[in-house]
């Protein structure tokens, strides 16, 4: 029965990898899979001459994706390589396929053609992105040890791997829906976008073949350009929690900057003059991004003082998020490092308990934040003589309820309005 598929596909269309996807549910089999084009038309065809299969890169499905993955430079050892010069480390990965959207249409029109000829194709069971991710994940587990996450949202690494052809948005036209309106391919409206994945996904389920046939009637062509292959690496973010002590009433908690400078009539943010001589944010992430190799970090903590304000005691929790660590396993050696390095680089700031944090450690923050009782110590001058009798009415107030204005020094980040505060207790002495 492959020979019957075989004489009804013209030849030079196809690659060996999707001719035997058409054919055979051996595709299954993982050496199947990672077999190279030659030893598959070697294997499977030897009876067919070379020029039944397409070139290298002129699949008319895949694009050439199966050449390259197993013959190609931009293999998954290969593609491994380049992320470990790169830098980065890897324990555990996931991997994201993104194909061209016209590769569905090819693919979908293949086989209808089969189907109205009365064979029976595979190609839906084995789609290329499926065999991509097989191939990607089975090879690079070998290696090192890396685990391979199912689910790409869990994995703290994630390879972005993206088929481009210039002329995808042309071959499916012929598939826009009557009446769709185009709307700016912007963030908040990219869902509108008729080209994508996902919407030509379902626009073929919404098609039987019929009516796939009146809108593409012809068997696709070798491509009419190269595709282009690429890979990023996501890392997801990760987290470093502790505790700081502000020792200066000089020191903000983030950097911060007044009278911003206007370039090319837009404020450039950063620009101006600073306040203070250092932010918290600043004398700890320095370090922390010199020791994870991060891109960048943002820093949280469980409230803030003023920058005239010291922070004593066990000090204010904080967690500094870091976005694309090259190096986020940090052993508790490492961590106890960089803490005894902050401590001993700087004399504004201090901090204790500095471990790795789970990713929902922001959450935990902000909860605790808003639970959380302070204890503030402060003092007073009066304009009167204190007596023994108001110091004991003072301290016999118990829970008090206050109506507090937002106070003018955070009015550059805080609505103007009225807040409830409750005291829980006061205790005030006299020391003059």
């Known amino acids: 029965k492959w020979k019957d598929i075989l004489t009804s596909i013209p030849s030079g269309l196809l690659c060996p990898h999707c001719t035997l996807r058409c054919v055979s549910k051996r595709f299954l ?122 689910i790409i949202a869990e994995a703290d690494t994630k390879m972005s791997l993206k088929i481009e052809y210039e002329n995808s948005i042309a071959e499916c036209t012929p598939l ?20 994508g994945s996902t919407r030509i996904r379902d626009r073929l389920i919404e098609l039987d073949d019929n009516e796939f046939l009146e809108l593409v009637p012809n068997l696709p062509e070798k491509p009419s350009m190269p595709s282009t292959f690429s890979f ?38 950063g620009s101006g003059t600073r306040i203070g001589v250092a932010s918290v944010d600043e004398l700890i992430a320095t370090h922390v991004l010199n020791v994870t ?27 500094i998020k870091l976005v694309d ?37 922001p959450n935990m923050l902000k909860q605790g934040e808003e639970n959380k009782r302070k204890c503030y110590r402060a003092l007073v001058e009066f304009s009167s003589k204190l007596t023994p009798e108001s110091i004991a009415e003072i301290n016999a107030l118990g829970e008090v309820v206050i109506h507090q204005r937002t106070p003018l020094r955070v009015l550059h980040r805080r609505s103007a309005m009225v807040r409830d505060r409750t005291l829980y207790k006061i205790s005030c002495t006299q020391i003059d």
């Not at 994201?96 to 293949?110: A, D």
């Open 325 to 361: 660590a090259k190096n986020p396993y940090l052993t508790q050696e490492e961590i106890d490092s960089l803490m005894t390095t902050i401590n001993e680089k700087n004399t504004l700031v201090g901090v204790n308990d500095l471990c790795l944090a789970p990713a929902d450690a």
């Open 29 to 150: 089999a993982g050496e199947v899979i990672r077999a190279s084009s030659q030893v598959i038309a070697s294997t499977y065809f030897a009876d067919l001459p070379p020029s039944q299969f397409a070139e290298q890169l002129n699949c008319a499905v895949c694009f050439g994706l199966m050449w390259r993955l197993t013959s190609d430079p931009s293999s998954p050892s290969s593609v491994y390589q380049k992320i470990l010069s790169a830098g980065y480390q890897l324990k555990e990965f996931g991997v994201e396929f993104s194909l061209s959207p016209c590769q569905l249409v090819r693919s979908r029109s293949l086989q209808v053609f089969l189907r109205k000829k009365g064979i029976r194709c595979n190609m839906t069971a084995f789609g290329v992105k499926d065999i991509a991710k097989a191939i990607y994940s089975e090879t690079l587990s070998s290696l090192k040890d890396l685990k391979f996450v199912p």
């Open 176 to 195: 826009k829906p009557l009446g769709f309106q185009d709307l700016n391919h912007t963030k908040r409206k990219k869902k509108h976008n008729w080209s």
């Open 293 to 319: 190799q991060a891109k960048d970090s943002t820093f949280l903590c469980a409230g803030r003082e003023d920058i005239d304000v010291r922070m004593l005691g066990r000090g204010r929790p904080f967690i």
């Open 232 to 269: 990023v690496i996501e890392r997801a973010p990760c987290y470093i929690a502790g505790r700081y002590n502000k020792y200066s009433r000089e020191v903000s908690n983030t950097r911060w900057m007044i009278d911003a400078k206007k370039v090319g009539g837009e404020f450039v943010a």
